[in-house]
């Protein structure tokens, strides 16, 4: 069974910055994508930023050149670098990952969902 543990939420003011990472574990043995979502109250879940296991990265244009997502392969962990947040960055952030994962017959691609994580933004 593969998990995702998220941290470093929090509450914090316009113009600061927070790191968020997420780590997954459990019987991974191939990464396709790994990224972040977030959802405000009373919006749909949006994706923030992605990346594929080619390398390249995607960041929605709302965050684009404020927020930077990276991952370590070795860890099988992914970042999200948020810099310069603004109060409509508050939601509840969500990381992603669509991993090779399972035994045996069990053994397939599947999406990954984090537990979410906090993010205020607010003076």
């Known amino acids: 069974q593969v998990q995702l543990v998220e941290s470093g939420g929090g509450l914090v003011q316009p113009g600061e910055s927070l790191t968020l990472s997420c780590t997954a574990s459990?019987?991974?043995?191939?990464?396709?994508?790994m990224g972040w979502y977030r959802q405000a109250p009373g919006k749909q879940r949006e994706l923030v930023a992605i990346?594929?296991?080619?390398?390249?990265?995607e960041h929605a244009d709302s965050v684009n050149g404020r927020f930077t997502i990276s991952r370590d392969n070795a860890k099988n962990s992914v970042y999200l670098q948020m810099d310069n947040l603004k109060t409509e960055d508050t939601a509840v952030y969500y990381c992603?990952?669509?991993?090779?994962?399972?035994?045996?017959?069990?053994?397939?691609?599947?999406?990954?969902w984090g537990q979410g994580t906090q993010v205020t933004v607010s003076s």
């Open positions: 992603y990952a669509n991993l090779l994962a399972g035994l045996g017959s069990d053994l397939a691609e599947h999406d990954y």
């Open positions: 459990g019987m991974i043995f191939g990464f396709n994508a």
């Open positions: 990346i594929r296991s080619g390398g390249m990265a």
